[in-house]
T-cell receptor, first 115, second 110 residues
Framework: GEEVAQTPKHLVRGEGQKAKLYCAPI?????VFWYQQVLKNEFKFLIS????????ETGMPKERFSAKCLPNSPCSLEIQATKLEDSAVYFC?????????????FGDGTRLSIL | TQLLEQSPQFLSIQEGENLTVYCNSS?????LQWYRQEPGEGPVLLVT?????EVKKLKRLTFQFGDARKDSSLHITAAQPGDTGLYLC??????????FGKGTRLSVIA
């Protein structure tokens, strides 16, 4: 598609439950990025993919967080055993090429609320 | 660790006033991007500056990249209520992830 599509728009989970977020990048874009936005401002990089391969996962919490980008499927970000601190808006972005100098096109985010 | 310090964090001004937002770092970036984010939406790219000393204009918005490629500024002339939003700078260096500033939340009052 012409836009990055993220689903669901809102997700509410009880503490300890699993949360799974989805992202369909712009058609033809090779790179996908996941960010966590907390306190309505600060963006924290989580992970990036080049096609279905992990490109950079330096921002991913070592436990509970995992992500995949499989061929012919939306990319996904999964959080196991959610905690209150996982409440945030999770953004996905895609770009045509790698990071440097390339604009990233963002989806509208998934607001995750952990109760 | 590369950091981008963005200031001010909040800015509330009257329609017609001018303003400048700053983005500073001790690190050198190969490029710097400015985004604007509105409530409930993802950031939208405004401009990318690549060359040290580069100035780009987008209507009433002027973006400048510092000579040493460590800092950037966004100047808005005659601000309008439609300029209200969160402005984010983001630095790129090679293949490392974009480093985002903490944003400037601008409110322009009619």
């Amino acid at each position: 598609g012409e836009e990055v599509a993220q689903t669901p728009k809102h997700l509410v989970r009880g503490e300890g439950q699993k949360a799974k977020l989805y992202c369909a990048p712009i058609k033809g874009h090779s790179y996908v990025f996941w960010y966590q936005q907390v306190l309505k401002n600060e963006f924290k990089f989580l992970i990036s993919f080049q096609n279905e391969n992990v490109f950079d996962e330096t921002g991913m919490p070592k436990e509970r967080f995992s992500a995949k980008c499989l061929p012919n499927s939306p990319c996904s970000l999964e959080i196991q055993a959610t905690k209150l601190e996982d409440s945030a808006v999770y953004f996905c972005a895609s770009s045509l090429k790698g990071v440097s100098n390339q604009p990233q096109h963002f989806g509208d985010g998934t607001r995750l609320s952990i109760l | 660790t590369q950091l981008l310090e963005q200031s001010p964090q909040f800015l509330s001004i009257q329609e017609g006033e001018n303003l400048t937002v700053y983005c500073n770092s001790s690190s050198v970036f190969s490029s710097l991007q400015w985004y604007r984010q509105e409530p409930g939406e993802g950031p939208v790219l405004l401009v990318t500056v690549v060359t040290g000393g580069e100035v780009k204009k987008l209507k009433r918005l002027t973006f400048q990249f510092g000579d040493a490629r460590k800092d950037s500024s966004l100047h808005i002339t005659a601000a309008q209520p439609g300029d209200t939003g969160l402005y984010l700078c983001a630095g790129a260096a090679g293949n490392t992830p974009l480093v985002f500033g903490k944003g400037t939340r601008l409110s322009v009052i009619a």
